[in-house]
């Protein structure tokens, strides 16, 4: 029976050793796949504009972090009339808590106190380009860039 307890007693010193580690394990995966989810829903957006050849814009709520992505419906008819787009079976794609979206760039332009930010992305595959600027889990800036002309995606620290 004591030999029991000192395991246990052991086990729960390792525990208690190895927890921050983990925690600081899974904060980092969640802000891995938040960024994951940014770049996956820009790339769908020109993707399906090139494909489609059709205007499509990537909304974004600044103050919930949540963006979602947007079809024009037909250009020929309205072309203020717009579909939601599912990527990857998600109709939006919400940011983690661990990371926070603390400004919005478009074309040079900040948003600037804006609750909600577009991005287009045109048939030919081009974009008035943007950055995104968030905080991570660890209190660090992240930068997620668009390029203008390719419509990359590339993300900084």
Wanted: proline content about 4%; overall charge positive.
């Amino acid at each position: 029976m004591i030999e029991l307890i000192v395991v246990v007693a052991i086990v729960a010193i390792v525990f208690a050793a190895v927890r921050p580690a983990l925690t600081g394990l899974f904060r980092g995966a969640r802000e891995r796949s938040g960024l994951r989810g940014i770049v996956g829903i820009l790339s769908f957006a020109r993707t399906e504009a090139v494909a489609r050849g059709r205007l499509v814009r990537v909304l974004c709520d600044l103050r919930e972090g949540v963006l979602w992505a947007e079809r024009q419906v037909d250009p020929a008819v309205d072309r203020s009339q717009f579909e939601l787009q599912s990527v990857l079976g998600r109709s939006q794609v919400r940011l983690p808590e661990v990371l926070t979206i603390t400004d919005l760039t478009i074309g040079g332009q900040g948003a600037a106190g804006q609750p909600f930010g577009a991005i287009y992305f045109y048939p030919d595959g081009h974009t008035d380009g943007a950055s995104l600027s968030l905080i991570g889990a660890s209190g660090r800036g992240l930068l997620v860039e668009l390029s203008p002309t390719t419509g990359r995606v590339t993300i900084s620290a």
